[in-house]
């Protein structure tokens, strides 16, 4: 079974940081294009950053480049997404996805619509 489990949510103060993580169980990141999402309930998903294991590109949308950073670790088959100078509109719950290499990071952050793989970690950015 393919899933995603995610971790490191939490509640911070605005301009904090979180790290989280994704383990990935079933398959090997190696082969697939790994994003971070986020959604609050009613919107639809948002790609926040993706990142491709065939070339190690990377795409970030607008509003978090600068401050959240993408990694993963192949060796543990892990994902992180960074985050700093949180904001309150950051508020989410965050996903782990992947999609073959087909995709690129940028088509992948793109999809809106979406059937996570795991339960998400809470991200609440209030003073």
């Known amino acids: 079974q393919l899933q995603f489990v995610e971790s490191g949510g939490g509640l911070v103060q605005p301009g904090g940081s979180l790290r989280l993580s994704c383990t990935a169980s079933?398959?090997?990141?190696?082969?697939?294009?790994v994003g971070w999402f986020r959604q609050v309930p009613g919107n639809e998903y948002e790609g926040v950053s993706c990142?491709?294991?065939?070339?190690?590109?990377?795409y970030y949308e607008d509003s978090v480049k600068g401050r959240f950073t993408i990694s993963k670790d192949n060796v543990k088959n892990m994902a992180y997404l960074q985050m700093n100078s949180l904001k309150p509109e950051d508020t989410a719950r965050y996903y782990c996805?992947?999609?073959?290499?087909?995709?690129?990071?940028?088509?992948?952050?793109?999809?809106?619509?979406?059937?996570?793989w795991g339960q998400g970690t809470q991200v609440t950015v209030s003073s």
């Open positions: 990142i491709s294991s065939l070339d190690g590109s990377i």
């Open positions: 079933g398959f090997r990141l190696d082969y697939y294009v």
């Open positions: 996805v992947a999609r073959p290499l087909s995709f690129t990071p940028h088509t992948l952050c793109e999809i809106t619509k979406l059937s996570p």
